[in-house]
């Protein structure tokens, strides 16, 4: 019997909360020390992303560049150590 080729298919996700940090308050150390600043980090720059895409209308292919741009904005606001 002969395998059939894997379909791609989209992915889909649960739309994420857009919230955007007003200043570097929102990335200082948490209160729970099981989560870490990369985490936080992380989930800022994950918002931030998605942000974006809504913003540009919800079009698909620029994932990579949305991630990136929402980075190099967070992490602009991350005081220096």
Known sequence: MKAQPAQERSVKTRPVVAVRAKSSAA???????????CDDLQ???AKRAHELYV???????????????????????????
């Open 43 to 45: 989930v800022l720059i």
């Open 55 to 81: 913003d540009r209308g919800c079009r698909d292919g620029r994932a990579l560049d949305d991630w990136l741009e929402a980075e190099r904005e967070v992490l602009s606001q991350v005081p220096p150590v």
């Open 27 to 37: 990335l200082t150390a948490p209160s729970n020390p099981s989560v870490s600043v």
